[in-house]
């Protein structure tokens, strides 16, 4: 599975942004419904962490990292082989490389520690 983050960009803080990861390869029919899709960032100077997951489409459920919660919202659309990651109210703290991941049959919360495919990164930029 190839996925290719895209979305991110220079915003003011308050502002929003949407990021998107496309999944291809192997993504047949109902394949991609199969992984659990999850968000990373990696901000200058610090350890890549985890942000948000949301679970194979047969789970149904989404985890949160504490800082997350409120301000990210992780969906996913199944028809287009996507996972978006919302942002909103920005914060300077949030600016950082962000990365999805995938990970076959798993729960939101096993996505904190399991990823098995790794997309390149989108730069988010938050001017104060």
């Known amino acids: 599975v190839q996925l290719q983050a895209s979305g991110g960009g220079l915003v003011q803080a308050g502002g929003s942004l949407r990021l998107s990861c496309i999944a291809s390869?192997?993504?047949?029919?109902?394949?991609?419904?199969?992984?659990?899709m999850g968000w990373f960032r990696q901000a200058p100077g610090k350890e890549r962490e985890f942000v948000s997951s949301?679970?194979?489409?047969?789970?149904?459920?989404?985890y949160y990292a504490d800082f997350a919660k409120g301000r990210f919202t992780i969906s996913r659309d199944d028809a287009k082989n996507a996972a978006y990651l919302q942002i909103d109210s920005l914060k300077p703290e949030d600016a950082a490389v962000y990365y999805c991941?995938?990970?076959?049959?798993?729960?939101?919360?096993?996505?904190?520690?399991?990823?098995?495919?790794w997309g390149q990164g989108t730069l988010v930029t938050v001017s104060s």
């Open positions: 949301i679970s194979w489409s047969g789970g149904g459920s989404t």
């Open positions: 390869g192997r993504t047949g029919s109902n394949y991609f419904t199969n992984y659990a």
């Open positions: 991941a995938a990970e076959p049959m798993a729960s939101a919360q096993a996505m904190v520690t399991h990823q098995t495919y």
